[in-house]
Nanobody
Framework: QGQLVESGGGLVQAGDSLTLSCAAGSAFASYALAWFRQPPGKEREFVAAVSRGGRATHYADSVKGRFTISRDNARNTCYLQMNSLKPEDTAVYYC?????????????????WGRGTQVTVSS
């Protein structure tokens, strides 16, 4: 019930699309969810967040217009649709949950973290 498990990562070419999934326990239906990523040799950074009901979203400027976050609470799953991928999108992507409050972009605001899934975009 307290786990977040990411899947869907892989190796793609620049311009391709990829969809990440995050399987969550039933308790996460009442939490805000988000995706963070950590590029090689860099710090972890915010990607996108979605509210408990799925109607409110927030994106990092670097992915706005290319990535879409969504959730299906009936399936206890969160998604990150990534289009027009660039080599700079290469990173380990983490699914995270926030037990209280709304959408935030700081990693310290999130209480649960998955183990991550690797996304590699070749040029």
């Amino acid at each position: 019930q307290g786990q977040l498990v990411e899947s869907g990562g892989g190796l793609v070419q620049a311009g391709d699309s990829l969809t990440l999934s995050c399987a969550a326990g039933s308790a996460f239906a009442s939490y805000a969810l988000a995706w963070f990523r950590q590029p090689p040799g860099k710090e972890r950074e915010f990607v996108a967040a979605v509210s408990r009901g799925g109607r409110a979203t927030h994106y990092a400027d670097s992915v706005k217009g290319r990535f879409t976050i969504s959730r299906d609470n009936a399936r206890n799953t969160c998604y990150l649709q990534m289009n027009s991928l660039k080599p700079e999108d290469t990173a380990v992507y983490y699914c995270v949950a926030r037990t209280r409050g709304g959408l935030r972009a700081l990693s310290s605001d999130y209480d649960y973290w998955g183990r991550g899934t690797q996304v590699t975009v070749s040029s």
